[in-house]
């Protein structure tokens, strides 16, 4: 069976987040799909297979870290469409069935993918005890996304300290159910970008996600919420960077970026 390793939410390789995708006729057990993960060392490989016509869904859709299955996953999901429409598996609009339920994909003429993702509720919650100190940062705000993707979103004072976080990790992974998105507003939107934000995701096995889809969800309407915009732009990563667009639209975000095959080979195991 066919690998590939894609660049989402990029048009250029070597930039953005790279996801491994695996195209099946039908999951394989569990033990199986962990190991390829492992083998792969991405922050995510995605496993998908075909569904019967005329039901809710066209594929099915999984998740792997090296470490654990993760509920949602934007970067590989966009990943999975774009190698659904290289190959021809799929010519208009994708639904996926995932554990986080039905989630849509579109692709455009520009080469461009549109996920269609539940909007993440946003808690405001007391920063927890350490957190500031485990970011090197003084913390302005602090939102909870437990119900829905288990990330702390944490706002800072500007894009500088953003691009400048170097925590302590092992500090982080007692503090948030899934990761830490740090996020601040552009320092300059002509840049082409509305904000920033950098993952942490230690208690999944991934030190830093370069762009991290399904964050922005709730980072979507975090920044509509303060920019007055519903749609936006938001730039994420550190050694790694890449664009998503946001649109919110009430309980669906849509989430929209390029995407690059940059490996391909043959899985033998």
Not at 36 to 48: D, G, H, I, Q, Y
Not at 73 to 86: F, M, N, Q, S, Y
Not at 144 to 154: F, P
Request: with cysteine.
């Amino acid at each position: 069976m066919r690998i590939r390793i894609v660049d989402a939410f990029t048009d250029r390789p070597f930039s953005g987040n790279p996801a491994g995708v695996v195209l099946l006729d039908a999951f394989p057990d569990d033990t199986w799909l962990r190991n390829v993960a492992r083998e792969v060392n991405l922050s995510e490989t995605a496993f998908a297979h075909p569904l019967p016509e005329g039901g809710e869904a066209d594929w099915a859709l999984r998740w792997f870290t090296p470490a654990t299955e993760v509920d949602m996953c934007g970067h590989a999901t966009l990943a999975t469409a774009h190698v659904l429409r290289e190959t021809g598996r799929a010519t208009g609009p994708v639904r996926f069935a995932a554990r986080c339920g039905l989630l849509g994909a579109t692709a455009h003429e520009d080469g461009t993918v549109t996920l269609d993702f539940p909007t993440s509720a946003l808690t405001p919650v007391k920063a927890p005890d350490g957190l500031a100190e485990a970011l090197g940062a003084p913390v302005l705000s602090v939102h909870d996304t437990a119900a829905h993707i288990g990330d702390l979103v944490v706002e800072v004072a500007d894009e500088a300290t953003v691009r400048g976080i170097a925590p302590d990790l092992a500090a982080l992974a007692g503090l948030a159910e899934r990761g830490t998105i740090v996020t601040a507003a552009a320092e300059d939107p002509a840049r082409g970008y509305d904000f920033v934000s950098r993952g942490f995701f230690p208690a999944v096995g991934i030190d830093e996600d370069p762009v991290t889809g399904s964050a922005h969800t709730a980072l979507a309407p975090f920044w509509s919420a303060r920019l007055g915009r519903t749609e936006l732009t938001g730039l994420q990563g550190g050694a790694r960077t890449g664009l998503v667009r946001t649109s919110l639209h009430g309980e669906r975000t849509l989430l929209t970026g390029h995407a690059v095959t940059v490996i391909e080979g043959e899985l033998r195991a």
